[in-house]
């Protein structure tokens, strides 16, 4: 059995040299770049997992060059550095679970230009997501990657995760809308990667590696970001279901032919339930299952894009299909992005994965989760990105009671050997970070997982970059 991806050991004491390093940091980057108070440290512990890993100490870069003197001085001193963008990610990727320096980038929030011509943005890695669209959006222009925590984020800890969201349907996620970056390996030595061009292939594709990546192999400080044009119009559709599987069902004859929509969100019952006791939206007292069917592009085009998604769903008997209006969609699109805090009053802690499969082999995944949900007498709430498969699995658990966290285990295991087999992966969005990294394994082959460390060695020897994250820990599996 796997130890539990929920229990920690204790981050471990700095070495007796460590005071000697925050001395040598405070002389080259200013006392006010340098938080080493224990509120200070507490405040970058945390992340959207609710585990707390207090840091040895935090940097507040500034610029390029502060974050090349924290990398050079940590490694002479073989102190871990743990990149940090807004701390909203979901699997602990930038907590110090073995301890050192938290090298924040929220001060590196610049966008440094915006080129219509060439549909680019070059950017900053603490940049605001929500900030980066606001600007784009007098340009008629937009970034696609579309996370949920968009008014908090950042862009470094989008491309760090390879964030995605609900308009992965159509336009893909993170890696697929950046053009070149610049980043620091460990010893603080510069490189830069890909360009300003959408075509290119010279060497290695460095930039998609290091996407998704963690912040395990370098630290990026600038973004070449590839831009899209902003649909003339969209319209949302609402439907209803009488069951989960016949919604998962839906979302299949969506997917099988034609144009794709921008985005196909579902709920579950219990999603639909939570949305109703919150009154947010006027939902009808039946149905099991909800899809939000978003559709974009021109003008002339849309009402026959609306009729071919009417006829594809027409076959399901729903028990509403609906048109919303411009307000109601906003409000639709907002309750849904408000689902992951609400799920908050049903227990004292929720446990959100993030796996995806093949969209046809969704009805399969709901009924088996079910399934486990049902015998593990751990209740279970399900919504997500299902035009690409991506649900977000939340086991609802209170850590007061040990007999249902000693049930967890199991359960997660039982949900990701069922994603497997179902020919899915772990993880759509968030990575793998502390939370899932024992189960790396399960999906990533000897070889292959041997040819990632192998990678993480040469870009990193000493092990100083975000340590104990992605892989598993020694004799876990």
Not at 51 to 65: F, G, I, T, Y
Not at 159 to 186: H, I, K, P
Not at 206 to 232: D, M, N, W
Not at 290 to 314: D, I, K, Q
Request: hydrophobic share 45%; with cysteine; aromatic share 4%.
């Amino acid at each position: 059995m796997n130890p539990s991806p929920l229990s920690r050991p204790p981050v471990p004491q700095p070495p007796d040299h460590f005071p000697a390093v925050l001395e040598r940091l405070r002389r080259a980057l200013g006392t006010d770049c340098v938080l080493s108070s224990a509120v200070e440290r507490q405040a970058y512990g945390w992340d959207n997992t609710g585990s707390c890993h207090p840091p040895w100490a935090v940097v507040l870069a500034s610029n390029r060059q502060q974050v090349e003197t924290t990398l050079r001085l940590c490694q002479e001193a073989a102190i871990p550095v743990i990149p940090r963008g807004a701390g909203t990610g979901n699997v602990g990727g930038a907590l110090a679970v073995q301890g050192g320096v938290v090298l924040s980038l929220q001060r590196l929030d610049r966008i440094l230009e915006v080129s219509v011509a060439d549909r680019l943005a070059v950017v900053e890695p603490g940049v605001v997501h929500a900030d980066l669209q606001a600007r784009l959006k007098p340009y008629g222009l937009f970034w696609p990657p579309a996370p949920s925590s968009s008014r908090s984020c950042s862009v470094g800890g989008n491309l760090a995760m390879c964030a995605a969201g609900a308009n992965a349907v159509r336009y893909g996620v993170t890696r697929d809308w950046v053009l070149g970056l610049e980043a620091l390996l460990a010893d603080g030595s510069l490189f830069r990667t890909g360009g300003r061009t959408t075509k290119g292939v010279v060497g290695y594709d460095l930039t998609r590696l290091l996407i998704g990546s963690e912040g395990s192999l370098a630290v990026i400080t600038q973004a070449t970001l590839k831009l899209a044009p902003l649909p003339e119009a969209h319209h949302l559709l609402r439907a209803i279901f009488p069951s989960v599987a016949v919604a998962t069902q839906g979302v299949c004859a969506l997917m099988a032919a034609g144009e794709s929509p921008t985005a196909i969100e579902f709920l579950d019952e219990s999603a639909l339930n939570l949305l109703r006791q919150e009154g947010a939206v006027s939902l009808p007292p039946t149905g099991a299952a909800m899809l939000l069917v978003e559709l974009s592009g021109s003008a002339a085009s849309m009402e026959t894009m609306v009729a071919e998604m009417l006829a594809r769903l027409a076959p399901f008997d729903c028990v509403e299909l609906a048109h919303a209006g411009a307000e109601e969609a906003a409000t639709l699109w907002a309750a849904r992005y408000a689902l992951s805090p609400v799920l908050k009053k049903l227990a004292p802690k929720r446990i959100n994965e993030d796996v995806v499969v093949p969209v046809s082999r969704l009805p399969e995944l709901m009924e088996g989760v079910a399934a486990i949900s049902q015998s593990s007498q751990i209740p279970i709430v399900n919504f997500g990105h299902a035009g690409n498969g991506n649900i977000h699995v939340n086991l609802l658990v209170d850590p007061a009671d040990a007999a249902v966290m000693a049930a967890v285990p199991a359960a997660l295991a039982r949900i990701f050997r069922l994603v497997l087999d179902l020919g899915g992966s772990l993880s759509g969005e968030h990575g793998i970070g502390i939370q899932k990294q024992t189960f790396l394994p399960w999906e990533v082959d000897a070889t292959a997982l041997q040819l990632q460390q192998r990678i993480k060695a040469a870009f990193d020897p000493q092990g100083i970059l975000n340590p104990g994250k992605i892989f598993p820990p020694q004799n876990s599996v």
